[in-house]
Every structure is written in C-alpha cells, then in structure tokens.
C-alpha cells in the first residue's frame, strides 16, 4: 500500500499535544485497512525517523487512529512541525 494512502491526516487537540510533548507520541489519522506493520513502514519512509511502537483504535466514527510512539533519537515535536501541526 502506498505511503501517501495510508496516512490520512495527523491529529492535534489538547490530549495530542500533550502526548507529542511529553511522551515523543504522534496521533495520526490513518486507512481503515491499514496493519501496523504497514503504518510504522510508512512513516518511517516519509518522515525518516524510527518508530518504536504503534497502538492503534478505531473510533465510533468509523475512522482509524495510530498513536506513534517515536525512538528516543527522534523528536516527535520536530515531525509535528514538519506535518504543519505548529
């Protein structure tokens, strides 16, 4: 599956930011068909960073949410910022 068609649109609201902040998490709308392995194969081509986990959860709107868990080396806000977030 392609990158681009996985990642739909990344997510910010308070809880978000926080997440970003203080535990290097990035929240991103993503395929309903996606799998994990696809998610983590796809932002780490895109953004160029190494993701160490991902949870994901569908939403009772139908819609798939990754919470992205990035390497210590990498910092989540830096990525934000590059998705057009700040």
């Not at 960073?49 to 919470?67: M, Q, R, S």
């Amino acid at each position: 599956m392609d990158p681009y068609r996985i990642m739909k649109k990344p997510l910010i609201s308070e809880k978000d930011f926080e997440l970003i902040e203080r535990e290097n998490k990035l929240v991103i709308e993503v395929d309903i068909k996606a799998t994990k392995h696809q998610i983590k194969e796809a932002i780490e081509k895109l953004y160029g960073v190494k993701v160490e986990k991902i949870n994901t959860l569908i939403t009772p709107k139908g819609k798939k949410k990754a919470y992205v868990k990035l390497s210590e080396f990498d910092d989540a806000t830096d990525i934000a910022s590059r998705m057009g977030l700040f």
